[in-house]
């Protein structure tokens, strides 16, 4: 069946430490996304990608970096410059039409730090 | 910017009966796409509803239903003959008609009792 895979579904980070969230697609999607939301908040968008080797800053991409070397895949690292990093994760795809179809997402990661 | 208000953190309503969940959002542009989304305690994102702002007929999806009012900016969910299993969050979103960002507010929780 088609989807979205994030994994791991729990993370720890140490002080200090980088840590990379895997988001693996294989709907054939050409657009990819990260999202993070913190308890009783709605989605933020951290960073996203329209086309394989290019992305753009979301509204909070400070301490995060993303790659998308492959069209089905689009890690995103956490690095130590996140200061607080502890949030839910959520991974999405999405058709790139002139009609935007919906966001697909994948079950998330929970990052908590040590 | 876009941005999506939902200005009911919390709600709730009895098994069986009719909720109505609100959503504002602000935009220049003519054609776009709202949805709502729902997030259930294993924090899975799911479609609920999507509509198209070019269409004047309100979509529905079973006991899901919305009042899109594009002049007051206005796309509220209602919820008939609730059951136990519709309790989650409830997130309202706005994408362009053209590739966009989807732009989230910060949800409504909704409770239903038995």
């Known amino acids: 069946d088609g989807g979205i895979t994030q994994s791991p579904k729990y993370l720890f980070r140490k002080e200090g430490q980088n840590v990379t969230l895997s988001c693996e697609q294989n709907l054939n999607h050409d657009a990819m996304y990260w999202y993070r939301q913190d308890p009783g908040q709605g989605l933020r968008l951290i960073y996203y990608?329209?086309?394989?080797?290019?992305?753009q800053k979301g509204d909070i991409a400070e301490g995060y970096s993303v790659s998308r070397e492959k069209k089905e895949s689009f890690p995103l690292t956490v690095t130590s410059a996140q200061k607080n990093p502890t949030a839910f994760y959520l991974c999405?795809?999405?058709?790139?039409?002139?009609?935007?179809?919906?966001?697909?997402f994948g079950s998330g990661t929970q990052l908590s730090v040590l | 910017a876009q941005t999506v208000t939902q200005s009911q953190p919390e709600m709730s309503v009895q098994e069986a009966e009719t909720v109505t969940l609100s959503c504002t959002y602000d935009?220049?542009?003519?054609?776009?796409?709202l949805f709502w989304y729902k997030q259930p305690p294993s924090r899975q994102m799911i479609l609920v509803i999507r509509q198209e702002a070019y269409k004047q007929q309100n979509a529905t999806e079973n006991r899901f239903s919305v009042n899109f009012q594009k002049a007051a900016k206005s796309f509220s969910l209602k919820i008939s003959d609730s059951q136990l299993g519709d309790a989650a969050m409830y997130f309202c979103a706005y994408s362009g008609y053209n590739f966009n960002k989807f732009y989230f507010g910060s949800g409504t929780k909704l409770n239903v009792k038995p």
């Open positions: 990608s329209q086309i394989v080797n290019d992305f």
């Open positions: 935009t220049s542009e003519s054609d776009y796409y």
């Open positions: 999405a795809s999405s058709i790139v039409t002139e009609a935007n179809e919906k966001l697909f």
